[in-house]
């Protein structure tokens, strides 16, 4: 397997250790190459996300990394950006950096943020204080901002494609087998494909133990393969030791799914590989 990671988060935002520790042990476990996609300034300022202030910091510390370790491993400098209705571009798009996850971690009114990737007591708040228990409205506006997402910002990845999934492991909120929520899922891929846009096939849900499966499920995985979507292979790691967590198990689940290949970065390209 030639390991890669592009999608992890260091003490820049929410992440436990500094990008160097990451580096070392990527090194040590024979990574290829890796990237850093700390979660991008907003409108709302929260404890995970990369203070606008430390930008020019990250990205000096990430240059300094690449240069260091350029005989040992490719790094790359990435942000993960939330998509926010009604703020139409970012100012954190410039030539530092070399590629963009583009994510939905929550909804927001005027007052409050709402999250999906939160506990559990505040996703149950997102359900019935944000949607008035409308669990359809909810996932569809979820999936429809994606495809906004991707129109207007065109990010090469889409990170943690059903994220919405995360407090639902029971089936407690929706159906991930129901027709309408698996229709939801095909109005995105549908969308994208064709159009290069890579998913983020994400086992950070099952190395933190709030899942069974990545993010996208074995069901939209094989959907995605059939319409030939590329996927990138990340751990979504917030600890060094967890920079290929579960990446045996999740790699066969690409494998019986359909897919046989997956996108790297090689001397700042996109290129496929085999599984």
Known sequence: MIKTNYHMHSTFSDGR?????????????????IGFTEHGPTKFKKHWELLPEKVAEYF???KRLKEFYCEKIEIYCGLELDFLPGIENYDFYGSQIDYRIGSIHYFFDS??????DCRYEDFKKTVFDHFGGDVKKMVGEFYSRIIRMVEK????????FDLIKIN??????????????QDEIMKVLQYIAGKGTMLDVNTGGITRGFLTEPYPGPWALREAAHLKIPVTLNSDAHRPEHIDGNYELVTQILKDAGYREKMILRS??????SL
Do not use: L, M, Q, T
Request: aromatic share 16%; hydrophobic share 35%.
């Open 17 to 33: 250790a500094e990008p160097e520790e990451y580096v070392k042990a990527a090194v040590e476990k024979g990574f290829v190459s």
């Open 60 to 62: 000096a510390e990430i």
């Open 111 to 116: 007052d409050n943020v709402f999250g999906i």
């Open 153 to 160: 910002f065109d990010p090469e990845i889409i990170g943690h």
């Open 168 to 181: 639902n492991s029971n089936n407690e909120f929706f159906h991930e087998g129901e027709r309408w929520y």
């Open 268 to 273: 700042g390209k996109w290129e496929s590989v």
